[in-house]
């Protein structure tokens, strides 16, 4: 059956686009239907990282020019996209409506995909809580840096209080080694187990890497190449844990509504 995986941080430039789209690439690599979702609307980029260059947004779909249907584009490794606006119009009109316009209209790609994967917009803002409600499985992108942690778990704390929404993973992101994301996480779960009542699991970690960083400057995803590297090998790692996770089941709007 078809999931959204909702990728979000909390804090910005911790690199949710980066593991949003090579997450992507993974799972569309392993035969699966994935659809890409940037919801980063005016602040949109994800197009940018995957090089490619969309005809059509979701500036189209909220200006009746076109519909969901007709808004994916072809990105690297089968990968699709549907690109979000960019500019400063399109960020100012997102209110409640729209936000519940964009998510019901995903319902028309239940037929041709089995994820789709959000990209959230960082902070801990109205917007980003109610797409993260919609989605199925949630994927927090954790750095080992204060601001991170606080931001995350804002965010994790009003997602839990005004949605009941109940499970959690966390991918440590720049991590020196294994041992060293996992301490991460288990730091960061220490503060949310004190306080929040929710389902918290590591799903995993990517290596402090300068062929991810190059990859973002050459505009070609690290999943491009299907080789064996420490960042593959953690990409097809990550993707296994996600489709294993349980999905949060709150009542309400959710993405892919008619799967
Ligand atoms: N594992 C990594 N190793 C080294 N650099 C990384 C890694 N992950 C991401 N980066 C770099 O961090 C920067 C931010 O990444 P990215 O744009 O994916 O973050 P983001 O959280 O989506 O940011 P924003 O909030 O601005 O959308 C990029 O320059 C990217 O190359």
């Known amino acids: 059956m078809a999931y959204s995986v909702a990728v979000t941080s909390g804090k910005g430039g911790v690199g949710k686009t980066s593991i949003a789209i090579n997450l992507g690439m993974t799972l569309s690599r392993e035969g699966q239907r994935v659809c890409l979702l940037d919801t980063d609307f005016g602040l949109a980029n994800a197009h940018i990282l995957l090089g490619v260059n969309p005809q059509k947004t979701i500036s189209d779909l909220l200006n009746n020019r076109a519909t969901m249907s007709e808004l994916p584009c072809n990105g690297p490794a089968g990968l699709k996209l549907v690109a979000g606006g960019s500019g400063l119009t399109d960020l100012l009109k997102i ?34 809580i109610d797409i993260i409600a919609a989605a199925d499985r949630v994927l927090v992108v954790l750095v080992g840096e204060p601001t991170s942690f ?10 839990s209080l005004e949605k009941n929404t109940y499970h959690f993973s966390v991918v440590v992101n720049m991590a020196n080694n294994a041992n060293h994301a996992k301490d991460t996480f288990d730091r960061f779960k220490n503060i949310t187990d004190r306080f929040l009542d929710i389902d918290l699991r590591f799903a995993g970690y990517l290596p402090l890497s300068s062929a991810l960083r190059d990859s973002i400057v050459k505009r070609r995803p690290i999943m491009s190449d299907n080789g064996k590297t420490a960042e593959t090998q953690s990409f097809k790692k990550l993707a296994l844990t996600i489709s294993q996770t349980p999905k949060n089941e709150t009542p309400g709007l959710r993405f892919l509504g008619l799967k």
């Open 95 to 128: 209110d409640e409506n729209i936000r519940n316009q964009i998510i019901r209209s995903t319902d028309a790609l239940c037929d041709n995909l089995d994820v789709l994967i959000v990209d959230v917009p960082a902070g801990a803002t109205d917007s980003a």
């Open 150 to 159: 606080t931001d995350a778990y804002t965010l994790i704390k009003a997602c």
